[in-house]
C-alpha cells in the first residue's frame, strides 16, 4: 500500500489488455482510453506473456527490477575492459547503488525500464568500436517512449564521430542514416501516430512546455534544476565525465526536455526519470578516465585513477539516505495489520466490477477490475468507489461519491484505517 502513483495501476492496465490479445486500454487515462494515444510504448506488450502468467502488479514490478539489474552487465563489462578489474567493478557498484536506479525502481513501474538496458547495451558497443552493434541495441528505443527516438539520434552522431574519427568511413553513413531515422521517429510519433491513438487527435503534453514557450520554461525553476545537474555530474561522476561526448550529446535530449518543461515534476531528483541518464553518465565517465589516464598533465592521470572508487564511496554514502536503505529497516519485511484489514476491505469488490478510486486503492484492484480514476469515469458510473482518506481531503465519501455521479446513491460497504470502500444501490 506504498504505492505513490496511478502509474503502476496504468500500465498493469495496457499490460493486462496485451495479455489478452486486446487493444491496450487504460481506464485509469479515461474510459475507453487507449495508452498509445498517451505514450507510445509498444514496448510494454513484451511483458504479456509473463503477466498472463502471473496476473499482478508484482509481476511489472519485478520485470522492472530484472532490466535496470541487467544494466549493470554492460556497464560493469566495459569498466572493466577498460579501466581494469578493481576499477571496472568500482564503476559497477557505483552504477548499481546510483540514485536515479534506486529512484526507479522506488516508483512504482514505468517504460524506461525497458530504456535503461538498451542504451547501457549501445554505449557498452560504442566504446568497444562496434559501430553496428551500438547502432542496432539503441534502434529499439523508437519504441520505448517517443522522446527516445532523439537519444537513439543523439547515439548514432557519436557513433559517426567517434567511427570517423577512427578512420571507418564506412560506419559513418549508416550512423547518419540512423540518427535521421530517430529524429523523424520522434516527429512522426507525436504528430501522427499518438494523435491517431487520442481521443482528442492530439499530443496530450504539448502544454508541459512553460507558459511563455521553451525559452521561459528554461528559466522555471532554475535552482532547482542545477540541484539536478549537481547531482547528475558531482558525486555520480566527479564532473569528469564531461570530458566524454556521451554525455555531452546522449544526455542532452532527456535534459532537454525535462528543463525546458514547464512541470516542476521533471526539474528534481525525485521520481524515475534520471534513470536513462545513469548509464550515460557512468559510461561517459569509463570513457572519461580512459582517456585521462593517457593525459600529459600528472594532476589529471592521478585524479582519473583515484575517481572510480570514489565514486563508489559515494554511491554508498549516500545509500543511507536513499530507498534501499529500507532493506535495513525490520518493518520492510512485516505486512502490517492496517494493510491486511485493507486488502481484506477490497477484496469485498467482486471481480470485473467498475471501480473509482484514488492512488491508494488502484494496484490492488487493476488485476482483476476495471478501475478508473477518481473524477473521471463518466460517463461510466461505477459500482463501487473505493478511496484514501486518511489525509481528510473530505469529511463524507458518499457526499463526494455522489456529487460525482448525480443521481445515484452509494453507501458505505466497508472501511478501514482511512480507506474507505462505498456500493451503489
Not at 555530474?233 to 564531461?242: R, V, Y
Not at 461519491?401 to 484505517?417: F, I, Q, R, S
Request: hydrophobic share 50%; net charge positive.
Amino acid at each position: 500500500m506504498e504505492t505513490r502513483s496511478w502509474d503502476l495501476g496504468i500500465f498493469e492496465q495496457a499490460v493486462r489488455a496485451y495479455a489478452h490479445l486486446r487493444a491496450p486500454v487504460a481506464d485509469l487515462k479515461g474510459p475507453g482510453a487507449n495508452i498509445l494515444g498517451d505514450h507510445f510504448s509498444p514496448v510494454t506488450a513484451l511483458l504479456a506473456p509473463a503477466y498472463r502468467l502471473f496476473p499482478s502488479p508484482v509481476t511489472l514490478l519485478v520485470a522492472q527490477a530484472l532490466l535496470l539489474a541487467l544494466s549493470a552487465i554492460p556497464v560493469t563489462r566495459a569498466a572493466t575492459r577498460l579501466l581494469g578489474r578493481v576499477s571496472g567493478l568500482a564503476v559497477g557498484v557505483a552504477y548499481g547503488l546510483s540514485w536515479g536506479i534506486q529512484r526507479a525502481v522506488d516508483f512504482d513501474f514505468h517504460e524506461i525500464c525497458f530504456a535503461v538496458p538498451l542504451i547501457a547495451f549501445s554505449l557498452e558497443a560504442l566504446l568497444r568500436q562496434r559501430w553496428r552493434a551500438a547502432l542496432l541495441w539503441a534502434l529499439p528505443l523508437v519504441l520505448v517512449k517517443e522522446d527516445l527516438g532523439l537519444t537513439l539520434a543523439a547515439i548514432a552522431l557519436v557513433v559517426a564521430f567517434r567511427a570517423h574519427r577512427r578512420g571507418h568511413a564506412k560506419a559513418v553513413p549508416e550512423a547518419l542514416a540512423v540518427a535521421a531515422f530517430g529524429a523523424v521517429a520522434t516527429l512522426v510519433t507525436l504528430t501522427l501516430v499518438i494523435p491517431a491513438f487520442n481521443s482528442g487527435g492530439a499530443y496530450d503534453y504539448w502544454d508541459k512546455v512553460g507558459e511563455g514557450g521553451a525559452a521561459s520554461g528554461a528559466f522555471d525553476g532554475f535552482g532547482t534544476k542545477l540541484r539536478t545537474l549537481a547531482w547528475l555530474l558531482i558525486p555520480t561522476t566527479g564532473l569528469l565525465a564531461l570530458r566524454s561526448p556521451l554525455l555531452l550529446l546522449v544526455a542532452l535530449p532527456t535534459l532537454g526536455w525535462r528543463f525546458l518543461s514547464g512541470d516542476d515534476h521533471y526539474w528534481g531528483t525525485d521520481w524515475h526519470y534520471s534513470a536513462v541518464l545513469m548509464p550515460v553518465l557512468l559510461l561517459a565517465l569509463v570513457d572519461a578516465v580512459d582517456v585521462s589516464r593517457r593525459s600529459g598533465r600528472p594532476w589529471l592521470r592521478q585524479y582519473a585513477d583515484r575517481l572510480p572508487a570514489c565514486v563508489a564511496a559515494a554511491a554508498l554514502a549516500l545509500t543511507t539516505s536513499l530507498p534501499l536503505a529500507g532493506l535495513t529497516e525490520a518493518g520492510t519485511y512485516r505486512k502490517s495489520g492496517q494493510v491486511v484489514a485493507v486488502e481484506r476491505m477490497l477484496e469485498r469488490v467482486p471481480d470485473d466490477a467498475t471501480v473509482e478510486a484514488n492512488i491508494g486503492p488502484i494496484s490492488r484492484l487493476t488485476s482483476r477490475a476495471r478501475v478508473f480514476w477518481v473524477g473521471a469515469a463518466r460517463p461510466v458510473v461505477p459500482r463501487y468507489v473505493a478511496l484514501d482518506i486518511r489525509s481528510g481531503w473530505t469529511k463524507d465519501p458518499v457526499a463526494y461519491a455522489e456529487k460525482l455521479h448525480p443521481g445515484t446513491h452509494y453507501v458505505a460497504e466497508d472501511a478501514a484505517y482511512g480507506y474507505v470502500l462505498l456500493r451503489r444501490v
